[in-house]
Structure formats: C-alpha cells, structure tokens
C-alpha cells in the first residue's frame, strides 16, 4: 500500500488521479491532499476519501472546509497555503506525491517533498522549467524518483526502460498542435478565449490549454526534457501529430525508433507513474488499429506559434531564463483569460520580458520565486 499526497487534487490531472486511486484500491491509500479554491469538491473528496490532512489555499474557501470538517467532526485535519501543502508533503507516512498543481506555486512543496525523501510523480512541468538544475540535483541527493506524468515525458521515459541513454540519439516530442494548428498570424488576430479553450484531443485546465493553444506548453515540456532525460536541447525535436495516439518517441543512435502509443488519456501515464516500475490492468480503453484511419506528421510552425520558438530560445540560454519565460508566460495568460489582451499578445509579452530581465547563472529557489513576483509584476503595470 503506498501513501500518496496529491498537490492539486481538485484539478484536471488530480482528479484523474483519483480515478486511478479508485481503481486500485488495494494499492492506494489517499493520505492528503490540497486544493485551491474549490471547497465544494474538497468536501465531496474528504467525504469520499477521507484523507488525513486536506490544505486549502485560498483563505475563504478554507474557512468553508474547515468549517464543515468541523460540524461533521471529521478525521480529516485542514490546513492552510504553501505553510500546508509544505507541511502534507513532508509526513513521514506520505510514500509519493503527486504534483498536479498547476504554475510556479509547485516548485516549493515538491523541494520539500523532495527533501523529505518522497518520491515524485511529476505533473508540474514548471518545477522544473524554472528551476531544473536545482530539483534534478536535490532528487540525486536524496537518491528519489521523479516520475514523469505528462504523457510526452510518461512515453519517453517507457521508451528508455532497458536501453542505454548513451545510445539515445534524440528524443521526439509529440504535439496535437492544438485547436489552431495549420492557421497563419492573420487568422490568429481576432481569436476568443472560449477557442483557445476548445483542445481538439485533450481534456485539461484553463491555463495548460491556453498553453497548448499557443504550443507553450510544448516548449515548456522542451525545457522539462531536457532536465528529466539529462539530453541536449538540440537532440529534443518536437513533431506534430494531430491524432495524439504517438504519445512521443526515443530515436536510437542505429536509426531505431521506439514509440508508446496509446488512446489519449492521461489516467495511463498517471497510473504507470503510481504503480512504477509495475503494470496493472488499464484503466483506460485499450487502442484499436483496426479504428485508426491515419496517423500523421507535420512540422511545428515556430513563426506563427513563436511561444515554441521562445521556450528553446529560453533554454539554450539556460540560468534564469526559463523562469522568465514562465513567469511572463503565467501572466500572459491571465490576462488573455481576463479578456485584457489578444491572443497574439502572450508571445509578445514573454519576448518583451526575456529581452528586458537579465539571466543569472547561479540562482537559489528564493532568487527564481522573487524573480517569478517581478517579472508578474512587470506584466501586470505594463499591460
């Protein structure tokens, strides 16, 4: 029975864990979790689950929780903010933690978590966007896993098992290309939020699909590759495949490529994250070649989805570069979801900020979460 803490167990990923969770009952117990501001579906998850401690960010919705867990005089302890989640994922009990919590509120509970001992399945991309060197290098410290749940990073990683990484030549990052793919700047100009929302394959949060959309959040899991599989940005190519079946793929130094297909689902990588280095039965309905028409390739179109093109150009800079790039970007996005600027203004934003914050090469986590306040701030005057 393994003890797991989900960070972000109200969101898209955390409550797809929570469907692995309920499969495999005799695998899992859910001893915490932390949510945002979503009380009524914290509540439906202690009633469900009952947890031993449960965090809620927002201070508002806390009260409701703890209020609740009060009258029905629950087990479940509530806690508050980063002091809670810091606090959850760092109880002796807690075996694994799940980091589904989405932007640059991640990185200091899963350092704790790390420091802790606790071994990571990996959902906040932006831990290691911002602050890769410092988190790789503690995981080796601590001698923990982190465990990829993106199912890109999920596929390469199945791709690896047996092989050497000396004989990897290059790693194949897959893309849908989102709900835009194969549109020009021009038609890109008058585009709503309720489009930039609407994934052609996915299921996801508000902010990742935005993401997806300006295939951000493809540049961004270039920079979490590279961290996760220790490989040279220019050995990371990213290939659209509008299908989303090919969930990414490993090339070889023989020519030999080896893929992890699947139906789109993110309950797979979560479950073989969870269950790693086993496999259980899928919780997910098997692939049909027989129902597939076709499977295709294009070319990323860096020009008109430049976001891509910032987030290589980000890490190959490396030092704090990434983590501004990150920060612009969590602003950017807020913003075009509050309806103040155009689609097209994300990408403007992010190089107007790369280009005004200069890159340090030493860092601490205190300097990356100081510079994510200041360059948000930056955007939000500015904008």
């Known amino acids: 029975m393994k003890n797991i803490c989900i960070l972000g167990a109200t969101g898209s990923i955390g409550t797809q864990t929570l469907d692995v969770i309920r499969e495999q009952k005799g695998d899992f117990v859910l001893h915490s979790i932390s949510s945002h501001k979503n009380a009524a579906k914290t509540i439906e998850i202690i009633d469900e689950f009952k947890p031993e401690y449960a965090v809620v960010a927002d ?5 409701v929780v703890s209020d609740y867990c009060g009258s029905k005089n629950c087990r479940t ?3 508050m903010g980063i002091e809670g989640m810091n606090a959850a994922v760092s109880m002796p009990e807690v075996d694994m933690v799940v980091t589904s919590v989405v932007g640059m509120i991640g990185l200091e509970p899963t350092m704790k978590a790390i420091k802790a001992g606790k071994d990571i399945a990996l959902a906040n991309k932006e831990t290691l966007v911002v602050a890769g060197e410092l988190v790789m290098a503690e995981a080796r410290k601590q001698g923990i896993s982190i465990l990829p749940v993106d199912s890109e990073h999920g596929a390469i990683f199945q791709c690896l098992q047996g092989n050497s990484r000396k004989e990897v030549e290059n790693l194949l990052l897959t893309a849908s290309g989102g709900p835009f793919r194969g549109k020009k700047q021009d038609d890109l100009i008058e585009i ?7 994934h052609p394959n996915w299921n996801m949060g508000k902010k ?11 540049g961004l899991e270039v920079i979490e590759a590279h961290w996760l599989f220790d ?6 190519n990213v290939i659209v495949h509008p299908q989303s079946i090919i969930h990414s793929m490993v090339e070889y130094v023989d020519g030999s490529i080896l893929a992890q297909l699947s139906n789109p ?7 073989y994250a969870l269950n ?5 039965k899928s919780v997910i309905s098997k692939l049909d070649f027989f129902e597939l028409q076709s499977l295709t390739f294009e070319k990323p179109d860096m020009s008109t989805f430049r976001c891509l093109k910032l987030a290589y150009e980000a890490g190959k800079a490396g030092g704090t570069m990434p983590a501004i790039l990150n920060a612009a970007n969590e602003a950017a996005v807020a913003l075009f979801l509050d309806k103040k600027i155009r689609f097209l203004d994300i990408g403007r934003i992010i190089e107007d900020c790369m280009e005004s914050f200069e890159s340090s090469r030493s860092f601490t986590i205190e300097d990356v979460i100081a510079l994510d306040r200041e360059v948000k701030e ?3 005057r500015k904008y």
Request: glycine share 0%; net charge negative; with cysteine.
């Open 192 to 198: 709503t939020v309720d489009e930039a929302l609407s």
């Open 378 to 380: 930056y955007v939000c």
């Open 208 to 218: 990742i699909s935005i993401d997806s959309a300006t295939l951000m959040n493809k």
């Open 231 to 236: 490989m040279p940005y220019d050995n990371i």
């Open 276 to 280: 790693y280095p086993s496999r259980k």
């Open 265 to 271: 689902d993110m309950r797979l990588p979560i479950q």
């Open 77 to 79: 302890e509530v806690l």
């Open 59 to 63: 201070e508002a919705s806390y009260r």
